[in-house]
DNA sequence: AGCCAGGCCTGCC
DNA sequence: GGCAGGCATGGC
């Protein structure tokens, strides 16, 4: 099974997922960036709804969320949860914008995207994950974040069973050129992810923790395991 | 009621 | 270099 296939069969049953990143304002780079952060671990309805909030707020810039007590916007996020070590992280990025970036985003896209994945990564609060988010989807640049449900996916379908990130990051990008693809093919794999079991099962009878002919036969939901 | 969500950092081995 | 533990809230 060919990378590029996935897509395909991934589109013949959930459509086509363009425009996946939700956007709520006209600062999109920004805002998705925000989300971005808003978003680990996290149901995205939260996120959405804090989102909503900021910008009736006013406060969806990085100079604002720089200025504004660190307690109110605690109290703003709250609904994303962590939101004490939210509320850092938020602040932090907003001034690594401020200070290295003339308080523009945009300014990180116009690097080689290598190095303004590097300099993300330096910020606190920003891993690979989050990192590659924003580049993707707010900065379109070639690169595709790599969560658990990828993870899993992956190894689920016997494409790899290497679980590191980077390597699964190579392996995707190696044959995925295209950015709306690539912006696509993680929507989907979320999408899909969403509606599959959590779990891997655990056969009755032969024990493997692995999908089996014998589990297929005994399973009682209606969910699969790919 | 308990489990889970579109992670990351720290500290321990 | 991998891995548990902590961070917190809302929904089913």
Not at 138 to 160: E, H, L, N, Q, S
Not at 187 to 192: F, K, S
Not at 193 to 220: A, D, I, T, W
Request: aromatic letters at 8%; glycine letters at 4%.
């Amino acid at each position: 099974m060919k990378v590029k296939d996935l897509i395909e069969k991934l589109r013949k049953i959930y459509g086509k997922h363009v425009d996946w990143w939700p956007k709520y304002s006209d600062n999109h780079t920004f805002e998705i960036a925000i989300g971005a952060i808003l978003t680990q671990q996290t149901k995205w309805e939260n996120v959405e709804r804090v989102i909503k909030k900021m910008i009736e707020l006013e406060i969806l810039d990085p100079k604002k969320i720089v200025s504004i007590e660190k307690r109110k916007l605690e109290n703003i996020i709250k609904p994303c949860g962590f939101c004490s070590v939210k509320a850092n992280r938020l602040k932090d990025f907003s001034s690594f914008i401020l200070k290295n970036l003339q308080s523009d985003l945009k300014k990180l896209f116009e690097l080689k995207a290598d190095e303004a994945r590097k300099l993300l990564l330096k910020i606190n609060g920003i891993g690979k994950e989050t990192a590659d988010d924003i580049l993707l989807y707010a900065g379109d640049m070639k690169t595709i974040p790599v969560d658990y449900y990828t993870k899993r996916f992956f190894k689920r379908i016997g494409i790899t069973d290497a679980s590191g990130y980077e390597t699964i990051r190579k392996m995707i990008l190696d044959e995925i050129n295209n950015v709306d693809d690539l912006k696509e093919f993680h929507a989907l794999i979320v999408e899909h992810s969403k509606r599959v079991c959590r779990q891997e099962p655990l056969c009755e009878k032969c024990g493997l923790k692995k999908f089996c002919k014998h589990y297929q036969l005994n399973r009682k939901s209606k969910k699969v395991y790919t």
